[in-house]
Structure formats: C-alpha cells, structure tokens
C-alpha cells in the first residue's frame, strides 16, 4: 500500500513537472531567468574578456535592486579562449544543461558564427555581439540583434572630419588582417572616394607582429598626413611608440576598440595623447559640448556614474578596472533589459522579440539603438546603434569632444 | 605470447576470443552511445574523433616513420578550406569532396617531405613550423577562399540524407574514423609500414636493404597529410565556419602533443591521446564549477592571485598533466597501459 | 641607398633581441638536447616580477633589474632540477612535450597573477627616442639592445674560455661520460646552463616589455630566436647570433621592398632554403651519421 502510494505520488509530481515546463518558456522559471555568454578569460584575446565581466557586474546590480518583474537574472559565462570549438561546447552545455533563455554579448566573429546556427535553429535570442561584423545583420536573422556599431562606420567618420574638419589629403591606413581590419579599409576607401582621394598606403598588420619599424617606414615614405589604426590597443602602443622614434608624427586615429583613454595612455607612456578615436558611447557629446572635456573615471552621464557606485564599485573583482571594455559589456545589454522590463511578468522568447522590435531611439549608455520589425532583405532592422562621434585623447587622461553624434552609413558585404 | 607464424595472422583482427568480444562490445556501444548521451556529448565525442583522425595520420608521420611536424594544422587547414571550397565553388558532393581535399592536402605534404629529407629534428621542426603559419597567410590572400573574412560552410547532404544534428554528424564521423584507423594500422603491417619503421629505427641501414628513403619518407608525409585533411575537411562542417586564423600554431603544437602524450609508434597511444586531450581542451573550462575543489581555487585566487586571471588555471592544469604523464612514462598514455597490463598479469609477484 | 641601410640597420635592431633568444635556446640545445620551448616563458615571469618590484614595490632600477635576473637564474635551474631532470628514459619527443607543459603552465601563472591587460614597463631609457646617425634613424632602446646583445656574447665568449665553469660546460657539452670521468659534476653544470639561458632570455625579455608587456610578448621573439638558432646551426653560440641577426634583416628587406604581410614569415622560408644547402645550419659541423 506505502509503495502504491509513493508511485501514484511520483507519477503526479512528474505531470506537475510536466505542465510546469511546458507553460513557462525555457530558462524562466519563477524567480529566475537564465542568460548565457561567453567571452575569452584566458589566451590571447583574454583583455576582451572584462566584456562579460561587466555585464555579470550589471546583472548583479538589477539583481540586487530587486530583479525584473520579481525575477533574477542569472548569468552564465564561460571562458571559450576565442577558440569556437570551445564557443560550441560551452553554448550546448549550457543550453541542454541548465537551458538559457536567451545569450547576451559574446566576444569575437568566429566564436559567434559557430554558434550562430544553433542559436537561430532553436530560436533563442541573442543579443549584443561584442564584435562589429557584418556577418550578423546581412543576412538578419529574427533573433539576432547587433547593437556593436560596425567598424566601417568608424572609418567614415574619421575620414570625414579628418578630410573636412582638419583638411588632410594624405590619408594612410594600419588594418588588422581580418574582418575588423578590413572593414576600416572598406569604410575608409568609400568615404575617401567622395572627396576624390585615395588612400596613400594599406598596410596589414598580422596580429602575431610585434615588430612595427617597416609599417612606419612605408607611412613616412608615402609622406601620410593621417593614419588610421584598425589595429588592436597593443599594436596602437606599438605603432605610435614606433612612429616617435623615428620621428614620423602624424596624425593619429583610432577606432571604438582604442577608445579607452586611461588605458591607451598608460601603456603608450602619454604618447596616446592627441589621438583622435571615435567613440560609440560611455558620455554624451550633446551634454558636454564640443571642445569640452570628459574624464571617464569621473563619468558625467549620470546613468554611467550610477553603474559605477552601484554594479562596479558592489560587484566587481579587486583587480578589475573601470574601462571601456567593462562598460561595453554593460551597454550591449542594456536593450535587452529595457525589453525584459517592457514585456512584464509572463516572459517568453517571442514576446522579448517583439518588445525588441519596438525599441526606437533606446538611450542607455550608448549611443541611440533602434530597430524594425524582421524583414529579411534590410539589415537596418537588426542593426541597432548606426551612430559614433569622435574625441581626442588628451595628456591628462580625459577626453576632448571632438563631434557630435553622427549616423554612419551601412555599406553592404559583397557576395 | 605467441609467435607469428604468417603474414595473414599478423594482419588478422580477431586474434583471439577475448578481442573479438571487446571489440564488439566497442562497436556496439559506439553505436548507442549517441542515444543514451545527451547531445553535447555526442558534440565532444565528435569532436575527439576529428582529433583522432589527424593524430594516427600524425603517429604515422612521427611514431612510425621517426620525423617531426609542427606544421599540421596546415594541412588541416588546407583540408578544411579545400572541402568547403570544392562544395561550394566546383559543387561536388561531399564524400568526393572530402577525400579529394585530402589528396591535395597529401600533395603538399609530399611538397613538404622534399626539404625534409635532408633535415631532421630540430631542423625539421622549425621547417615544418613554418610551412603551417605560412600557408594561413596564403589562404588569407586567397579570394575565392574567403580571404580573412573567413568561409560558410554548405549544408551537409549526402544523397537524400540531411545531417543537421551532431547526431547525425557522429553517425558519419565515427565509421570513417574507425576505416582510417583501421587502415592505418593495416598499412603498419605492410611493406609500406615495415619500410617506414626501418626509417625511424636507422635510416641508412634501412637504405643499405634496399628503402627508397625519397620514396617512404615523402610517402609518408603525404599520408600523414591525406590524414590530416580529412580531419580538417570534417572540422568545417562542425564548426560551420572557418578563417584562417583557427590553425594556428598553437593547434600544431596541440596535435603533436597529443600524439607524443598518447604514445608513439603504437595504434592506441594516438586514439588515447587525442581523446583525452582533446576532452580536456573541452572541459577544462568546468573546473571551477567543482565542488569544493573551485571554491578553494576562487579563494586562492581572491588571497594571492588575481579573480579576474582565475580561468588560466586551466592552462597550468594542462600544462601538469602533460609534465606528469612525460615525466612518469617516455610512452605516454600507451606506455602507462603497457605497464598496468603487465602488472596485473604478474600480480601478485 | 638610405633607406637600404635604414632598414638594414633596424633588421640589426629587431635581431639583437631574437639573438638573445637564440643563445639561450642554443646553450640548452647544447646541454640537455632539447628544443627548449619553454625559452620564453622563461623570461616572461621574470619579467613580470621586475614589474611588480618596480611598480608595486618601488624599487629602484640598479634593484629591481639585478634581483630579477638572479631570479631568473634560479628559475632556469629549478626547472631543470625538478623537472626536467626526473624524465624517465627520456627521448626528444617527450623532452619538447615536457617544454611545452612548463610553457603553459608558467604562462598560466603569470596570466592567473597579472591578469591579461596591456601594460608599459618602466624603464631608465625612453622607447620613443631615437639616436640619429645621417638620415637613419635607430631608437635608443634598440641601440641599448644591440649593445647589450654585444656585450652579452663577449661575457660568454670570456666565460666558455677562461671560466672553470665555462670549460666544464664545454667539457660536459662535448662528451658528457668523459667530462664526469674526469670529475665533473654533469649534473649541475646542466642546472647552471639552464640558469644561464634563463638569465640571458630575461634580459631580452627586460629590453622588450618597455614597449608592450603582455602574458604572451614573448612568443614571436622565442620563435624568432629559435629560427635564427637553426639557421646558425643550433650547437653554434656565435652561429645562433649571426642567424638571429640574418632573420631580422631579411625580415626587414623583405617587409620594406616585397611584402609586409609575409614578413613575419619570410623567416621560416628562409630557412628552409638555407636548410637545402646546409641541413645543420650555417655554423655547425654538419654531423655525418656514422654506420
């Protein structure tokens, strides 16, 4: 009779579980929403790794003020090592494991189209790629949603006002041999051929090179009055570092990856200074008004100062900084939660897509992000921020607003 | 044990009762196993088994033959590129594509077997090293592949049989690894197999009976490669995209090691090695989920270390195992199953 | 013609490093017959450690630098001592792998500590300056480099030659039964030699972290100073510096005059060609295997 009772009792927790499950949307349940991502912790890519770090920092910050809709956020992330071998088993682990209701961020090109498949096949969201490729919005896919401001955009308005702003004719470029690096050339060849110019010399940086003299050699010899750098922070230090001591004084700029002032200074010993970079948000160059100064460690956006008290300060490791690459992780998902508040108490993926869609002129910390309703022939739908300004680093560590916001244009991939 | 008497009992399979029953039970466990694990395993098994199949190419090259390569992650690359390239491009059919990128991957392991037959040890690793960061220079300039913007790879279809899961990719993955692994250990028995051992224990000596040393030891690093192409022909379609910066040198260095720690010379060592490492690179990234183990490591970190540089302890984990398994047993993982084997065969004496 | 020679000169400027890469990898190829992977990981958490006594602990320069290469001595000798040394029956093959290990698992060290952000090392001498001889220009941190890298090779020159220890290395190098015959403790000349290497490697590791630290700045001048090592013929001290020296001009020719994006790899064709004609390098006596 005890046993009896004890498999009819069985049996009815197995059919609550059941209709519990099949009610709520995977990855939701009562009090918690699971979120994964991944990000490189350790290898070569590993300074990209404060992205993630930072938006667990965030997570814990709603969390602590109470959650969404009475629900905490619990975040998921693991080191891939940029390997997307790893990318691929970490997301299946996750997914079929613990089963994430949707991924956020998520560092590099290639660890992303691994996973990519698998993550539009079963419909999950994924939102904020850490990585301004074009691979995410061209084709768009109805639950991927880019919010990274392409690199191209980066090069068009560094060109603009180098060429219309300053009058340089003499343009140069240092690219990354890969997607990043190619985009700026892209970007930098099409708003050049406006003004009938043409850029004086390409030169690919492999990132295993540490050795930067014959790059420099070929900018002095083309006599370059601007040079862009589509490199990472590293080969900027050594770029520059390489272009002072052989007396070859340029001017210098940079995209969003070397916008961290404070730390592109210390490692190029002051040398950072006058570098022009664009930006794609952590200030607000409307508020503060071009020619005046912004220190980022002293954040005027007020929104930015309040993650600081409230998710670094709380949250974050002893060793962390307070860098672009942590706020960056923090701005990428910003959307997201804004969606996640805006849905309300009964949470599934599509009506997260839905809100997602209605998102127009969305400001957090970034720049504006906008986007449409899926159509698969315009990429504009998925692309969410369009718009970067620029700023000069300064001696001092801050920087000087240089432009307002700006809305670059979207060149397509050729096929 | 007992002496081989003929040719045919040294190539036979089944050498006995015991055998034939493992390896059934091998056989018949390979085949549920993707059924009762639940599908990120099938994904690390599939995964392995892409190790597995450029490793015995490896061990081949290494073990068998006494060379050096710290360039293979060139073949597979040029595998890997050269399968996608010729379904998408020359629109042939999978399973032509995949062994015909292996060929060509073979053709420039041969290539590469030329200046290799005056070299040797360290010579020849750093010949080798450089042929494999050079040839991802070459494909990123290549337009057709891809250049650095990296390359799709198509649907998966052979015939009427679409393989979308990790399921249906380790139905597919598994056979040919169990054929190339099966060839390769018949090849050991051949004359091509006695010819490369002959190599690797003394080469003149080997020449002086007669070895064309041009001949086996270009030879062999084409099969090495064909091997090694296959591997990256496959790895494509697991990862669905490829750019040239994945085969990096640090992957050669991964495929050697995995040959030297499974154990060299042997058709097990390589399996083992390459399975076992490779689950590692896998899973490492867990550890700090362990109970007990991880808190302790958080609390190292947070005391005398640094949190946010806590996921390197996977590296240095890594990095012990090879050391200890070296240091313990020349032999690797073969050589420490050797021994466990003698010693219970023995026991108690 | 200027630029020929200015790019010839900065080759000469990039190699001295690979050099001191190179005669430490040459002096453990010597003693204990290995590819010495572990080369550069060698000199990173050295390098590392003079970083933090100079930043974290404010120690002056003539300080810090000393303290770190004793550091580095002791490190290369641990590492042999208590690992490498204890390889069962050990051969090549296994010898690398155990290279390799101890390269992870220092790197892993240093990465677990420091974490993974770019950093400047503070140094007496700026970087960004540069001495100017005509129209070339070379940057007085290469200029220091080079005279280093000179001085360097001078002292082991001396050392090998007039040094008690330095013949006993020697002697170990050339016929280790004979040399513990004659009374030489083979063992512990093979601790110092690694100790050695380490110390010269950190050396090349100090003059490279003023431009960029990173957890893995040492990996392209290891490999660097490795292919100039073979091209020398990797038992040939003076050999591996010609060699480095041969790698970092071509590199530069190559870069400056043909392609800059195959310039990191000219190297290794290089020395492929060069193998065809010498398969043991420039330097070494070619070995003739006898029957």
Not at chain 1, 226 to 252: D, S
Not at chain 1, 383 to 397: K, M, N, P, S, T
Not at chain 2, 257 to 284: C, F, H, N, Y
Not at chain 3, 53 to 68: D, E, M, N, Q, R
Request: with cysteine.
């Amino acid at each position: 009779m005890k046993k009896n009772l004890l498999s009819v009792f069985a049996v009815m927790v197995m059919i609550l579980g059941l209709v519990l499950t099949a009610s709520a949307e995977e990855g939701v349940t009562d009090t918690e929403i699971h979120i994964g991502q991944w990000g490189p912790q350790t290898g070569p890519a590993a300074p990209w790794g404060a992205v993630a770090r930072g938006t667990d920092a965030y997570f814990k910050m709603i969390n602590a003020e109470g959650g969404i809709h009475g629900r905490k956020l619990v975040h998921h992330y693991f080191d891939d090592a940029y390997n997307p071998a790893k990318t691929l088993a970490g997301v299946k682990q996750l997914q079929e494991d613990i089963g994430m209701f949707a991924y956020v961020s998520g560092v590099g090109t290639a660890p992303g189209l691994a996973v990519k498949d698998y993550l539009m096949e079963r419909k999950i969201p994924w939102l904020g790629p850490s990585a301004g490729s074009r691979h995410w919005i061209q084709p768009p896919n109805k639950y991927l949603f880019n919010s990274y401001p392409l690199y191209l955009g980066d090069a068009q308005l560094l060109c603009k006002y180098g060429h219309e702003t300053m009058g340089f004719k003499k343009f140069a470029i240092a690219y990354q041999n890969d997607d990043y690096g190619k985009q700026g050339l892209e970007g930098a060849q099409k708003q050049l051929d406006k003004y009938g110019l043409k850029l004086v010399e390409q030169i690919p940086v492999n990132v295993a090179d540490t050795d930067m003299k014959p790059h420099i050699m070929k900018f002095k010899k083309a006599e370059a009055e601007a040079v862009l750098l589509f490199v990472g922070p590293g080969h900027v230090a050594r770029l520059i570092g390489t272009g002072k001591a052989m007396k070859f004084n340029p001017q210098w700029f940079s995209t969003t990856t070397c916008g961290d002032h404070p730390l592109m200074m210390a490692i190029t010993k002051g040398l950072y200074a006058g570098t022009i970079s664009a930006a794609f948000g952590m200030m607000d160059p409307g508020a503060i008004g071009i020619g005046n100064k912004e220190d980022t460690n002293n954040p005027s956006l007020p929104l930015l100062a309040k993650y600081k008290k409230e998710a670094f300060d709380k949250f974050a490791a002893k060793e962390e900084r307070w860098g672009m690459t942590f706020t960056a992780g923090i701005g990428y998902v910003e959307p997201f939660v804004e969606a996640l508040k805006r849905v309300g108490r009964d949470l599934t993926r599509e009506k997260v897509v839905a809100e997602m869609e209605k998102i127009k002129n969305f400001k957090g910390i970034m720049g504006n992000v906008s986007y449409a309703p899926f159509d698969p022939n315009d990429p504009l739908c998925r692309i969410g921020q369009q718009e970067v300004f620029l700023v000069r680093a300064e001696a001092d560590g801050t920087s000087t607003i240089l432009t307002d916001w700006f809305t670059t244009d979207f060149i397509p991939m050729e096929k | 044990m007992d002496m081989k008497r003929d040719y045919y009992e040294d190539v036979q399979f089944f050498t006995s009762g015991a055998i034939t029953f493992w390896l059934s039970t091998l056989v018949i466990g390979l085949t549920l196993f993707p059924f009762v694990a639940k599908n990120y395993y099938v994904y690390v098994a599939n995964y392995m088994a892409i190790n597995v199949i450029v490793v015995i190419g490896l061990n081949l090259l290494v073990g068998y033959t006494g060379q050096i390569s710290m360039g293979h992650a060139g073949f597979f690359a040029i595998g890997a590129y050269g399968t996608v390239a010729l379904m998408t491009h020359a629109h042939f059919p999978f399973l032509l594509a995949l062994p015909v990128a292996g060929l060509i991957a073979a053709g420039f392991g041969f290539l590469l077997g030329l200046p290799a037959l005056r070299l040797e040890g360290p010579y020849l690793a750093i010949a080798t090293l450089g042929f494999g960061i050079t040839i991802t220079q070459i494909i990123g300039k290549i337009k057709i592949l891809g250049e650095r913007q990296g390359l799709h790879a198509p649907e998966l279809t052979i015939g009427p049989w679409h393989l979308n899961t990790d399921r249906d990719f380790y139905f597919l993955l598994i056979p040919i690894t169990i054929f190339l692994a099966v060839l390769a250990r018949n090849l050991v028995h051949t004359k091509v197999g006695r010819a490369f051992i002959a190599i690797r224990d003394a080469d003149i000596a080997a020449e002086t009976m007669g070895v064309n040393l041009t001949f086996y030891k270009t030879l062999a690093f084409a099969v090495s490669a064909f091997y090694a192409g296959v591997g990256g022909g496959l790895y494509a379609f697991v990862l669905r995209f490829i750019e040239p910066e994945l085969f990096s040198l640090f992957m050669s260095v991964m495929f050697l090691t995995m040959a030297v720690v499974g154990g060299l010379g042997s058709m097990m060592g390589p399996i083992a090695g390459a399975s076992l490492l490779a689950l590692l690179d896998l899973q490492l990234r867990n550890i700090l989920g362990i109970p007990y183990i991880g808190e302790w490591l958080e609390a190292l970190s947070r005391n005398y270390f640094s949190i946010t540089g806590v996921s390197n302890i996977q590296m240095i984990v890594f990095g012990s195992i090879l050391i200890a398994i070296m240091l313990f047993e020349p032999l690797g993982i073969y050589g420490i199953w050797i021994r466990t084997k003698k010693y219970w065969k023995m026991w108690p004496y | 013609m200027i630029e020929f020679l200015q790019m010839v000169l900065s080759g000469i400027a990039v190699g001295s490093s690979y050099a001191l890469m190179g005669l430490g990898m040459v002096l453990i190829y010597k003693a204990s017959e290995v590819p010495n992977f572990v080369q550069g990981e060698m000199a990173l958490l050295p390098v590392f450690i003079a970083y933090m006594l100079l930043s974290s602990y404010g120690l002056p320069y003539y300080i810090a630098f000393p303290v770190t290469l004793i550091f580095a001595f002791f490190l290369g000798g641990i590492l042999e001592f208590a690992v490498l040394r204890r390889a069962k029956e050990p051969n090549v093959l296994g010898l690398i792998i155990i290279t390799i290990g101890m390269e992870m698992l220092l790197l892993g060290f240093v990465s677990w500590k420091f974490g993974a952000d770019q950093r400047a090392m503070p140094f007496p001498i700026s970087s960004y300056d540069s001495i100017i001889i005509g129209d070339i220009f070379i940057s007085t941190l290469d200029m220091l480099t080079l005279v280093v890298a000179l001085f360097i090779m001078l002292i082991l020159f001396l050392f090998f030659r007039f040094s008690k220890i330095g013949v006993a290395m020697k002697a170990t190098q050339q016929n280790e039964n004979a040399a513990a015959l004659m009374g030489i403790k083979t063992n512990q000349i093979r601790m110092i030699t690694w100790g050695i290497s380490a110390a010269v490697g950190s050396v090349a590791g100090l003059l490279i972290a003023p431009v960029l630290m990173e957890p893995y700045m040492m990996w392209d001048p290891m490999l660097k100073g490795f292919a100039g090592a073979v091209v020398g013929g990797m038992t040939s001290l003076p050999g591996a510096v010609f060699g480095a020296y041969i790698v970092g001009v071509v590199e530069h020719l190559f870069g400056g005059y043909v392609s800059i994006e195959f310039k990191s790899v000219v190297a290794f064709v290089v020395i492929v060609l060069v193998l065809c004609f010498k398969p043991s390098g420039l330097f070494a006596r070619h070995y003739v295997k006898k029957v």
